[in-house]
Every structure is written in structure tokens, then in C-alpha cells.
């Protein structure tokens, strides 16, 4: 584990709030994670966890209102980003870190040709000239190994596939050399051998960069792929944090283990799904004490009281369930 | 209602072919022009499909965008009509039927759709959405006992009956797919063609949607076309996998045929992207394909899948490979002229 | 050996799934809207106006004996808006002069919304040489101007005791095409949905099909569009009027607008009141529509 004393980013108990109509949703709700260079964090969690948000949060991309930042501080190398004005912001936002989103269709312009759009973001942003930009737009396209780049490089989006346009949508992230890259379910969409070429892209471009990826994703195996560390969320809140190759052995927290249970394996045969019971809660009506404990397999009378801590299961391994230890060893 | 479902349980026998698919080409025809329409290609979208549906299993049906599936799965619920080919259910062609015979065929063939948030009418009740079959096939249920029977399916895809009057809206995605699950059950069919049931939903809601169609077609002797994506959810689901690829079918077999010992090189390179939620198996050398599916309207002559193929000879151009049996300790069909088992 | 089937907690409906409907969101704006508010008031009184001028005038403005003596007298207590030129009290006529314009207005309404909603189904589910056709349709009439058309159809149909149904005609005849283009669009956009597709599969006709799947879904914007319609008609009814070629022998702001600006140097109320509750009627409707409008539109969330 690293030991320096600050992260390249970190996030200390950040809460958020979406003002709607039916009330406030607590959509984050005291989350803390960091990330070094050359590390993989993966942010594990269905809809209506907060992982999204929180991505947005770091990037400073939220809409605020109706989200409004209750509390916190996210901090790279060391500043406040909260603290920083909307300029100083924006300049953080592409140079240092970068995000790629899930749907590369509705990410990138479809007036302006691929190349336009890369080369746009060096014109602006570094300075460079229209031939300059240009060149650099066509070497980035090559990097993230998309055929025959010099030629593409005045197509159109609507003209590439869905894995490419990912792989624009990538090189536009990395035209400014950020050091942190937030991947927002950049697979999702895809198809299964187009997703593997593009995490295999990913990795390798974090090997060359030595970026710190974060990972934003639903898909377990996905997360095994390629994560050095996994924070799952649930509700808003980390409930279970741990390096990867610990999480699979055995999990500190029943989501973790009850998500694990429940999805159907390639690798397996006909084991029989146990689902996970109820529905995740609304998040203006958050239940009391912790928060999974209307659908957790092994809830006590304790757990509709106390809110869970952060219980430290030893190798920077963290679960917010008050069972930890037992449910670690459960087997 | 349950002793009911013992006798349809006991009734129907397994194993015999419920549905017998020869052959089903779908074009899609590209034409140019606004009031004179010149025909200028077509869209390969199925392109000979073959298979059969034994009852009481599970086939599943995979591949990947631009496969033909979809298509495939539009043809069997008659919302299309084929280009050639036909399909057998009880000896018949549906593709024949018309008037009241393609009603009667609707009572025995119908379908779970992808997306719960479009596939319920917003502004009927959950009793009317669920009721509307009885309401089409007036004779399937007298008019006194619909409500009951409403009530009935949606206790059996786990629903609260006293529901019956809310709107999907009041619903969550879970939910809302059980209902759909509920309506395509009304009219008891035999089979039941499953358009990618879960991939809409969360992960810890699948589980339970999964669980119910297991459930449901244990019970009540369903036979599915299950067709999704995901290679996990049909390797669990399913009893037997079809692989497609361009509108054809590649590889067809047993379960356990097509996971542990697949002989076609695309369903080799879809097993091995497919991610496995475990780190230790990280690193293994996959097969990666290389660029983008070729267009179902220009597909690759001789075998489709030969532009992205490491095992690519010039026979592959020449001669396209038949869907039979190779060679094989345990063979089963696959369009292969160099069909071998993976590493 | 699955896990037992809960009932699921349906009260806890997840926040990120989509609870609330379009019409729930929209009510909710729609509450929050002033000029809904204020817009609605006043179609809702001018509605209750037309249909019992007896409880706002104690004045029968059909059968009021108009003196002479009393011409362009000023607004006084007892005749809040004076008198006209033959000495009819104005607030009497304004008041009765309502229910021609809403009556015009609700009927030709009505045809058009009946007449678009039959093109507009028909030609958006239909598709293919039936829309070409209706289509054609709808450019033809959307080309005659409204106005125009309306006047000569109601000279040529005009007589001592047809009343407002040449007007009526005239507007529904003319004004269908709009609102059938917006129904059209909609039809279109609601066949494509997957829970069309799903009563197809369970073997439903055209007919259920069109009436219990299409229909309800894609008639708001229509219903919108009309209520918009519904204030430029009465515009156009009292131009009608104004124009000498409107209903005969009956009350309407238009032929009292008409009568009064000829002796706007005398006097300006006979022409104003009349005039303000047109403006403020037609002002209303559209206002309303229009914040209906925005209160749907998915767009502007």
C-alpha cells in the first residue's frame, strides 16, 4: 500500500444533496476514497448508489441546483477543489483529470468531425496551433488504435462504431496528459469482445501513463478484470472498501457477499442465484441505522438503530457493517 | 390453480419439438429514391436460420449487436415476415396462419420484452395490462372470472394482487418486468421467447427475475427462447445455446458443449472477452478480436466471420461452412472448416 | 433452492427508478405557474358568462329596450360600462356578447379537434400511401388562408337564421390541419413504443390497437394544440363580425367592436370594454395552452 503521506486525490466525507420534488435525496452520503498514480480504483454499485455523482462531484461537472455539496472536501494534490472559483475549477477539469463517459454518441458533438473535436480541446486549452492540434489529434487517435487514423480523423461520429467512438471519446480525455482518468461504465454499452478490447486499451494506457484510473461500473466482472482496489456503494456511502483479490475471497459486508451470490457466472454452472430481497431504497427516505438492513440476510434488531462506522478489518480493508468480523469469516 | 398446474405439468412430456425453425431468411431491402424506390442491397439480417426448440428446455440464443437475434426473435412473434423459411409449432407453418388460426397461434407463442419501462402501456392499470389478453381472446376466459385470474398471475410472479389498480409508474424496474412476465403467462403458452428479460434491470434485481423464469417454467412447463448478450445469465438459464453471428448461426449445442468445449472461433473469442468475476484468472491470455463487425448488408463472402478470424484460409473465402457436426469427441454443429476445441 | 418470492416493498419505490409520471411532473409545474393560474380563472369565468349571462346581468341584453337618450352615456352606477350609440347598457352586451364568441369558439374547436384527430390517427398509424395522401390533404387546406377562407365561406353560407354555423364550419373546416400534424407526429412517435409492439404479440387488432394503445397516448399535444386553436378562433369570429360577415342577429363582441370604433371620437368605452374582454379571452386560451404546452414538454426539463 502506498504510504505517501497525501494522494494524488482524495475525497474526505463528502455529502450531497439533490433538492427534488418529492423531498432531499441524500445521494452522498460520507464518502471518502483516494487514489494514487498508477492505480486502479474500482466504484462498485447500482443505480441510485451514488457512484455517478460522486464521479461528477470530483469532476465538478454536477448541476448545482438541484444537487448542492452539504459537506467535504476533494482533494488533488493537495488543493480543495470545492474551494477552488469556477475558473480555477475548469482548468483542473480536462488538464489534470479527465472523464469518458458511457454513451460516446451523445458525448461527442455530431456536427463537428472526430478530429475537429480532439484537436478543439488542444487549440483551446494547450495553446497549439490548427496543424500542431491536428497532428496531435491524429497521433492520439493511432495511440488508442484506431485504423487507419489519418483518414478518419475528419469523420463524423455517427460514421464510427460504438467501440470507436469509445476510443475517441478516449483520446479526447487524454489529449492534455490529466493524471487521474474517471471512467464512467465506459462499457457498458458494448459489446462483450469490443468491451474487452477497450478495457484491454484502458490498462495498457494506464501502464504507459501511469494515470489513476477510477473505474465507475455495476459489472463484477469487469471490476475482477481490471481493479487494484474496490469501494462498494450502497445508498450513497462506501460500505465495503478492500484490494481486489481480497474482496473475491470473502467479503466484509452482506451486500458485497449477496451481490456476489447473485450474479450468474461464466465460469460456473447451474448454481442457483440467491437474489437479493426488496428494492434498493428511495433515496429521500433513507432507512434508519444502516441503511442495507431491510434486505440484508443476516439483519439484527441493532442494525435498524445504529448507523454502521467504518470497521477496519486489517490490510486497509474497511466494511460500514457491524458484523464485519463475523461475515468476513463466513464462508 | 395449482392442481391445474400439476395436470398441465404432468400433460405436457418432455422432450418431443415444439418448435421447428427451417431455414428463416430476413433481407431488409436498402432502397434509394423517394417515389421511385430502386432496390439497391439488403440488410442480411437473418440469413438462414435453423434450430429446434425441444419442450420444457432452454435454448439461448447469443451474439452480439447487428447479429440477427432481435430480428430473429420479431420473426417468431410474427411481427415480421420472412423473407423465406418457415416455422413449425404443432406441425404447422406459423408463417401460414392467418385470421383466426393466427390468433389461436398468439395464444401459444408469446413474449417477455426487453425494457420495462416501455413495454406497459403508461396509461392502463397493471389489471387491465395484465387482463388485456383475456379481453383479445375473449374465449380463453369467461368475462366473470378475469379479475381472478389477474389476480392469480400476479401472485405467481410474486406481485401483491391487491396491485391491480395502479399504474406502471408506481412501479420499479423489477416490477414492472414481472408484470410483463404476468401478461405474456395469461394465456398459458407453451413457449415463450425471452428478449434479453434481465438487462435492463439492476444487478441484485436480475437474480430475482432469473430465479421467477426458472421458476415459472419448472412449474408450469414452459418452453424459452431466451435470447440476451450476457453469457452468464444464458449459461445459467439455459439448456441448450445457439451462437449467431451475422445473422447465421455458428455454433449450436448442448450447454455445456458450447461453454467448455466450443469449436467455433467467434464463440471462442465471446467466451474469452467475456469478463469473469475473478482476479486470479486475470492476465490469461485472451483472444481479441480485432475491428469492427463487417455490415450485415455487405456481409464477407464464404464464412462471415473470416475478416476477423486468426485461423482465416483461403478455403474460408471460397466455400462457406456448413452448420454440421465436426469432429469432436463430443461433436455438435459448427460452421467451421477448422472446428478444434480451444486451448 | 431459490430465495422465497417477497412481496416486494413497493412503498419504497427507488428514486433513481421513475416514480413519478409526465402528468405528475407537469401538474406539479403546472401549480407552480401563475399565468396557469391566472389564464385558467379567466376561461373558467368566461365560460360561466357564456352559459349564464342572467347571473352576471341583470340586464337581458336581447330583449333590453335601448333608448336614445341614453347614447354614449359614461359609465354610471347601475351600467358599469355605459351605453353605445342606440343606448343598449354595454355591459349587458358584453356580457351576452360571450356566448357567441365561446359557443363559435367551442364548436368549431371541437370539429377541427374531431376532424384532425381522424387524418391525424389514421395517416400517422396507417403510414404509407394513406398518410402520402391525408398529407396532401393537410398541405391543401393549410394553404387556404384562414381568415379569407372563413369570410368567403361564410358570405356564401351566411343567411337570416343559419346563425354560427357557417362560422363554425368555416373555422372547423379550415383549422383541422395543424392540430392533425401535431396528432400525426405523436401517433408516429407512439406506435414505435415496445408496448405496442407487446399487444401485437398478444394479438390485438388495428382497432384495439389504435383506440386503447395509441389514442391515449398520443392525444395531449393534440388537446393542447387546440386549446390554443380554440383562442384564435374566437379572434377570427369577431373579425367575422367586424367585418359585417359574421352570425346574424346575434349578440357579439365583434359587430359591437365594429359599431363603436366608428364613434370612437365621441366616446371610447363603447369600444373598449367590448375589446378588452376579447383581448383578454383570446389572451387567455392561448396562455393557457401554451403553459400546458411547456408543462409537458419533456425538452424543457
Known sequence: MTTSPAHLLEVDDLHVEFHTRDGVARVINGVSLHVDAGETLAILGESGSGKSVTAQAIMGILDMPPAVIRSGAIRYAGRNLLALDDEARRRVRGRDIAMVFQDALSALNPVFPVGWQIAETLRRRAGLSRTEAEARAIALMDRVKIPAARARVRAYPHQFSGGMRQRVMIAMALALGPKILIADEPTTALDVTVQAQIMDLLADLRRETNMAVILITHDLGVVAGVADRIAVMYTGRIVEHADVFGLYESQGHPYTRALLESIPRIDRGDEPLKSIMGLPPNLTRIPSGCPFHPRCYRAEPVCAVEVPPHIDLGHGRTSACLFAREVIDER | ?343 | MSEPLQAPNVGGVAATDRPRSLTDDAWYDLRRNVVFWIAGSIVVLIVLIAAFPHLFSPIDARTANCSLADSMRPPAAGHWFGFDKQGCDVYARVIYGARSSALVGVFSTVLAGVLALGVGLIGGFYGGWIDALLARGVDIVLGLPLLLGAIVFAKALASQDTGIWPVVLALGLLGWPTPARVMRSSVIAARQQDYVQAARILGAGNGRIMLRHILPNAIAPMIVVLTILLGTFIAVEATLSFLGVGPRNVISWGTDIAEAQRWIREAAHPLLFPSGFLTLTVLAFIMLGDAVREAFDPRLR
Open chain 2, 1 to 343: 390453480m395449482s392442481a391445474e398446474r400439476l395436470a398441465a405439468g404432468s400433460r405436457r412430456v418432455q422432450g418431443d419439438t415444439v418448435l421447428q425453425v427451417e431455414d428463416l431468411v430476413k433481407h431488409f431491402p436498402i432502397t434509394k429514391g423517394v417515389i421511385f424506390k430502386q432496390r439497391i442491397g439488403a440488410i442480411r439480417a437473418v440469413d438462414g436460420v435453423s434450430f429446434e426448440l425441444r419442450r420444457g428446455e432452454t435454448i439461448g440464443i447469443v451474439g452480439e449487436s447487428g447479429c440477427g437475434k432481435s430480428t430473429l426473435a420479431r420473426l417468431l412473434l410474427r411481427l415480421e415476415t420472412p423473407t423465406a423459411g418457415r416455422a413449425l409449432l404443432e406441425g404447422r407453418d406459423i408463417f401460414s396462419l392467418a385470421g383466426v388460426e393466427l390468433r389461436r397461434l398468439r395464444r401459444n407463442l408469446q413474449m417477455v420484452l426487453q425494457d420495462p419501462y416501455t413495454s406497459l402501456n403508461p396509461r392502463m392499470t397493471v389489471g387491465d395490462i395484465v387482463g388485456e389478453p383475456f379481453e383479445i381472446h375473449a374465449e380463453v376466459a369467461p368475462r366473470g372470472s378475469r379479475r381472478t385470474r389477474v389476480q392469480e398471475l400476479l401472485e405467481l410472479v410474486g406481485l401483491n394482487p391487491e396491485h391491480i389498480h395502479r399504474y406502471p409508474h408506481q412501479f420499479s424496474g423489477g416490477q414492472r418486468q414481472r408484470i410483463g412476465i404476468a401478461r405474456a403467462l395469461a394465456l398459458r403458452p407453451e413457449i415463450v421467447v425471452c428478449d434479453e428479460p434481465v438487462s435492463a434491470l439492476d444487478v441484485s434485481i436480475q437474480a430475482q427475475v432469473i430465479n421467477l423464469l426458472e421458476d415459472l417454467q419448472r412449474d408450469l412447463g414452459l418452453s424459452y427462447i431466451f435470447i440476451a448478450h450476457d453469457l452468464s445469465v444464458v449459461r445459467h438459464i439455459a439448456d441448450r445455446v445457439a451462437v449467431m453471428y451475422l445473422g447465421k448461426i455458428v455454433e449450436i449445442g448442448t450447454r455445456d458443449q458450447i461453454y467448455r468445449r466450443a469449436t467455433h472461433p467467434y464463440t471462442q473469442a465471446l467466451l474469452s472477452s467475456a469478463p469473469v468475476p475473478d482476479p486470479k484468472v486475470r492476465g490469461r491470455q485472451g483472444i481479441r478480436l480485432e475491428g469492427d463487425v463487417p455490415s450485415p448488408a455487405n456481409p464477407p463472402s464464404g464464412c462471415r466471420f473470416r475478416t476477423r478470424c486468426w485461423k482465416a484460409q483461403e478455403l474460408c473465402a471460397a466455400e462457406e461452412p456448413a452448420l454440421i457436426d465436426r469432429p469432436d469427441a463430443d461433436p455438435h454443429a459448427s460452421a467451421c472448416h477448422f472446428a478444434e476445441r480451444g486451448p
